[in-house]
Structures are given as C-alpha cells and as structure tokens.
C-alpha cells in the first residue's frame, strides 16, 4: 500500500484550481491566456506534465494597465468563476548572481543588509522591490539569484489586477520558472524569450550552474514594418545568444525552449536548431510560442506550489494564497465530511443488515436446539428400537425349544416304555428337563437313558431312579401301576444347538 | 504541502482533528461491531450448515425408526390396540383347535418391563394327547409375534392313558 506523503500533495489541487490567468506584461502590450489543467480531479501530488495542461483563451492587448480590470471581470463572468488566480509576468527587471560565501550564518540577513548592492547606484532602497531564490548551494558558496524591480511599476500592476474575486498568486520573470523546474534537472535546459526589445535567455546545466540575461536589439522589433530589416536584427543577437551560450556550455546537448511572437518562431528555431544543434520547443506544437514560458510558470504553481520569484508585497501575496488555503480548508472539511457520512451510512446499513442476520443467526440458533433435542430424541428411540429389535430376533431365534424338546422325547420312548411326567425349564441358555415314566424291565430304562444319550442335544443325563417299589417314586397311584413295570425318573440338560 | 497562513493552517489541522476523532469515537467502534458481527456470520454459516446436516440426521433417523417400529409392531403385540388383543386370543384358539386341544384354560398375570420390553405373562392349561400338545406348542412357537415359553409340564390325566394335563407359563411380548 502506498503511504501517502502529506508534502506530495500540492495546495492548488487541493484548492479544487482547475485555471489560471497569466498576465505576461510586455514591451508595448499585454499578453492574457486562460491555462486549464486537465488532470483528474483526484490526483493531489505535485507532480504534473507539462502536457496536461491546455490554452482556452488567449488575447493580446494594449499595455494599458487601466484596461486591465475590465478584462479580469470579463474572465470571471464568462468562465462563471467565482475566484480568478493570477499569475503575472514581468520583464522590466533586473537580474543578478549572486555567491554568498557557505560559512555564512544567515543568508536572509545576509541579502537584507546587502539590499544596497541589488539596486542601482545612487537610487533610494524605497524605490524598489526585490526577490531572491538559492538555485545552488555547496561546500564553498550559495549561488543566488535576486531579481530587482521598481516598486512603484509592481504597486501600478496591483493596483490595476485588484478586485473582487481577483486573486495574484504571482509576480515573476516567468523565464525565471525554468530555473527552478525540476523536471529540466536532468538535461542542459535553455529558455529564450523573445521580446520587441531585447531577448531574454535563462540557461541551467544538469550540475544547476545557471546563467541568466538579456540581449538588447540594435532596434525595437515592434517599430520594423519591413520584415527584411527586423531578421538581420534578430540574427544578430541570436549569434550574440549562441556565442555567450558555446562559452558557458561549449559542444553540449541542450534543449530549448522557446517563447516569441508567433511570427518570428520558424526563423529563431531553425537559426536556434542549425546553431546549438539542439531539440527546440518540446512542448503541444499547437501551443502559441509566446505561451511557453507562461506554461511552465503555471506548471510551476502546480509542482512547486510557488512561481520561483514573487514580487509581490507581503501583504498582497498573504491575500492572494489566504483565499486558496481557505478553500483548501473548505475542501477538505468537506471531503471530510463525505467521508465521514458516507462511512456512518454504510456502517448503517452494515449494521441493519447484521441485526437482521443477527435475529435470523438467533431464531437458527433456537432451530438448530430444538432440532438436537429432536436428533437425541430419535437416536435413543433408534438405540431402544435397535436393542429390543436384537434382544426380540434372539428371542424369536430360540423360541421353538420346547417344541424341539418334545419333538425329541418323542424318539426315546419304545413300545416297551413311556413317559409319564415331564417338566422343563429354562436355565439361561439351557433348559433343564425332568422326564419320568414307565417301562417293563431295567433293560428297557437303560435304553431310554442310551437313546437321551444318543442324541446330540441332550447332555448331562442323571438317572434319578429307576425301582420297582411304588413308594420309592413320586407318580404315586400305586393301584393303576402293574406290579411288573419299573418307574424310573431322570434329569438331563437340553440345548437348542 | 505547506500551508502558509497560520490561521488556516490551525483551522486546517483542527478540522483534521475534528475528524480523526470523529473516525476514532464513532467510525472505528461501529465498524468493530460490524467485523465482529460478521465473524459471528461466518460463524452463522456454520450454524445453518449444522442446521441443514441435523435436519438430514432427523429425516434419515425418522425413516429408520420408522421401519424399526414396523419391524417391532410385527413382533410385539400392541397392547393399547383391542384388536391385537383380540387377535391373540383368536390365534391361541385357532393354536388349540388345530392341535386338537379339547380344553384349554388361560389366566393373565400382570405386565412386567425387562429389558425395556414390557412383557404379558399367561399360565396356560390344557389337555390333550401328546402328539396334540407337541403341535400346539409348535404352533404356538412359530407365530410371528414374540412368545416365549417359560415352563412346561406334562402330565397323564390318569396313569396310562394317553390324555396329558399341560401346565404351561408363556410370555408375550407387547408393544406399549
């Protein structure tokens, strides 16, 4: 899972700022372009390409900074923005390196009691503003960049850009945003931006050795109608350009961003690319050429959460950040409040559905008793029936004993001997049999006891008596009895195996 | 992400807070009890499959018995039913006339239980010759219900003849 890095995240996203207004204030006009990023609403992090971002609108006016508010209110009322962030471009500026040795303590207090050193001699600290920016720091030095601009030209653009809604995120050299992009860390990196007047030119190594100037025209662009003269002109300090960047960067690989009027851009990227033998523009081919370095000073509210440089006031620059940062607050108190309804809904209908599994898991759990009860119930019946079933089959296995032992008595007896009594009872497995009867001599009861003997199911045979005497038996009626007949009795075991 | 007013920084992080507290207090123990329920669910599951297996227990079980008790009632006399009763007496006749018993005599004892079984036990008298009181007995022992024989004696009626008085206790099998 990936942690999210709450120092990723970037303010303006956050902010919800889907456009920006660059203000790029020229030699002898006004260059306004309306900037769309066009990423997802949902990606937060500071990374952001150059590519996603696109032009809606684009006007040229005359530099006329009282012009100025009725064009922002037209932005506002045509794109229905209730907030219009500003980012404004300047390029009447002074640029200076500076090496500020590293045993320094404080380079802050360093450059503000140096202040004097920024400004043009013998002109009054009041009369200008200036900003400053580390692009590289080592063992033996800082190298700073501090750009210098006259106070009441930046008070004039404020005053102008003020209004409802109105919010100045930025007053910056927008050349001075390729300084500090991190994406162009990587490659030599040269931005040009052609102005009526002069050339400006910012250049950064992959070490962050940078050079930053301006080249003057022998003549103001904007003032040649005949084509012909204006490219000698532009020839001119393009070679000045390319001679000053071979002894900075000499047989180097470089890329080239350029930004210029639109007429001009064929001829400087072919001089540009036959010259440096460099890659030029690699941005959208249908991007105006003059909204290059616009774009990546946007992309760098958007990376950085900062323009690099601001010349604006403290106080001007706290109102403009404070109306984002409330609406980050705003955004996030209700990003956060969704989230949290939606969680306490959803734990709501969790729950619902859980009371109801609950109740059915309880009325299951009810079912689920009884029908044990009922499952032991019928097992003992099934245990009883199964026992009694077992004990009733051996019952019924051996029932038909007293029959057999009848069936049986029935074979020892002769036409010289019968049986008068007998009795039988069981004894466990075993039934005990008493016989008693009658015969006519001695021979006779020995053949009857040889005959129980003889058969396989009778064991134990006892010969009890066996007497001619009537008193010495127990069938008593001594009138019936032939005086020649012998009683006898015996006793024997019978089993039905 | 670094926001540089204080005031909204505070608001911010206090929002943050409102929030993470709310999640802690009301979010997290509601979702606890949601995950505990649901083990218990899981659990549920469980319950419904004993359900089901225990229903299948009873059905199987019901069936077996079932087919027990018929195999039982087969066997036993059901002494709640007047007409087994009636029919065991109708076979004990049936039993005497095809032995050709000419007298026979029948006194029930009282039921006792052995071996969960409840038993009926009937002395029983007859008379007869011996071939007769062999079939009768024979009979008696090959019916379908369970009735055992617990003692028999046989004795001539008078000396010589061939007319028996049986005395005889039987046990009948009932099923209550």
Redesign the interface.
């Known amino acids: 899972m990936q942690i999210i890095n709450l120092n990723k995240l970037n303010i303006s996203k956050i902010a919800g700022i889907k456009k920006i207004l660059t203000i790029d204030i020229l030699d002898d006009s006004i260059r306004i372009a309306l900037f769309q990023r066009k990423e997802n609403i949902f990606k937060l992090s500071n990374k952001t390409s150059i590519s996603n971002f696109s032009v809606i609108s684009i006007e040229i006016v005359t530099r006329n900074f009282d012009l100025i508010p009725q064009v922002l209110q037209k932005y506002l009322i045509d794109y229905k923005l209730k907030n219009l962030y500003v980012l404004i471009g300047i390029n009447d500026c002074l640029y200076q390196k500076l090496n500020i040795p590293s045993d320094n303590e404080d380079d802050d207090m360093w450059l503000l009691e140096n202040e004097g050193k920024f400004i043009p001699e013998g002109r009054p600290k009041s009369e200008f503003i200036f900003s400053y920016r580390k692009i590289k720091g080592d063992d033996n030095s800082h190298q700073y960049l501090v750009i210098t601009a006259r106070k009441d030209y930046i008070e004039n653009i404020i005053k102008s850009c003020s209004g409802k809604g109105i919010n100045i995120l930025a007053i910056t050299p927008f050349i001075t945003s390729s300084l500090i992009d991190s994406d162009l860390n990587e490659n030599n990196s040269l931005f040009i931006n052609v102005l009526n007047n002069k050339i400006q030119y910012a250049q950064k190594d992959i070490e962050n050795n940078f050079s930053i100037g301006e080249i003057y025209f022998s003549e103001s662009l904007s003032s040649i109608t005949n084509e012909d003269i204006s490219i000698p002109i532009l020839h001119d300090a393009l070679t000045k350009l390319t001679q000053l960047y071979f002894n900075i960067k000499p047989s180097s690989s470089v890329r080239v961003f350029i930004s210029c009027p639109n007429q001009f851009i064929d001829l400087i990227r072919e001089f540009i690319s036959s010259s440096l033998y460099a890659s030029v523009n690699l941005v959208d081919n249908k991007l105006d050429s003059g909204l290059v370095s616009a774009l990546y000073a946007v992309r760098s509210i958007f990376s950085n959460n900062e323009a690099g440089f601001n010349l604006l006031t403290e106080e001007e620059y706290k109102a403009g950040w404070d109306v984002l940062e409330k609406q980050v607050w705003l955004n996030i108190t209700i990003a956060g409040g969704v989230i949290i309804m939606v969680l306490m809904l959803l734990s709501n209908l969790l729950t619902l559905k859980l009371e109801t599994s609950q109740s059915n898991y309880q009325d299951e759990s009810t079912e689920l008793s009884s029908k044990q009860d009922e499952l032991k119930k019928l097992e003992d019946e099934n245990r009883h029936f199964k026992t009694n079933l077992d004990i009733l089959y051996k019952l019924k296995e051996k029932k038909s004993v007293y029959s057999s032992i009848l069936f049986e008595l029935d074979k020892i007896t002769n036409s010289r001997s019968c049986l008068t009594d007998i009795e039988a009872m069981p004894d466990s497995l075993i039934f005990d049999v008493n016989i008693a009867g009658l015969a006519h001599n001695q021979s006779d009861v020995a053949d009857i006891i040889r005959k129980v003997e003889s058969l396989r199911k009778f064991s134990n045979v006892t010969l009890l008596y066996s007497s001619s005497d009537n008193e010495s038996n127990s069938f008593g009626n001594a009138d019936t009895v032939s005086k020649n007949l012998i009683k006898y009795s015996m006793r024997f075991k019978y089993s039905g195996n | 992400?670094?926001?540089?007013?204080p005031?909204?920084?505070s608001?911010?992080l206090l929002?943050?807070a409102v929030?993470i507290l709310?999640?802690i207090f009301?979010?997290v123990p509601?979702?606890s009890?949601?995950f505990g329920?649901?083990y218990?669910?899981l659990t549920?599951n469980n319950?419904?499959n004993?359900?089901k297996t225990?229903?299948l227990?009873?059905k199987s079980?019901?069936r077996?018995?079932s087919k027990?008790?018929s195999?039982?009632s087969n066997?036993?006399i059901d002494k709640d039913n007047q007409s087994d009763i009636s029919s065991l007496l109708g076979f004990l006749d049936v039993v005497a006339q095809k032995s050709k018993i000419t007298n026979y005599s029948l006194k029930p004892g009282t039921v006792f239980q052995n071996?969960?079984?409840s038993i009926l036990p009937i002395y029983i008298e007859i008379n007869g010759k011996?071939s007769n009181?062999?079939n009768f007995?024979?009979l008696i022992?090959?019916s379908s219900w369970?009735?055992?024989?617990?003692?028999?004696?046989?004795?001539?009626k008078?000396?010589?003849t061939d007319n028996l008085i049986v005395k005889?206790n039987l046990e009948i099998?009932l099923n209550l």
């Open positions: 992400m670094e926001i540089k007013s005031k909204w920084k608001y911010i929002t943050l929030f709310i999640f009301e979010i509601d979702y009890n949601i329920n649901l218990s669910n549920g319950l419904n004993d359900l225990c229903e227990k009873i079980l019901e077996e018995n027990l008790s195999s039982a066997l036993l071996d969960n079984l011996y009181v062999y007995f024979y022992e090959k369970v009735i055992t024989i617990k003692s028999l004696t046989i004795k001539p008078d000396v010589l005889s099998y």
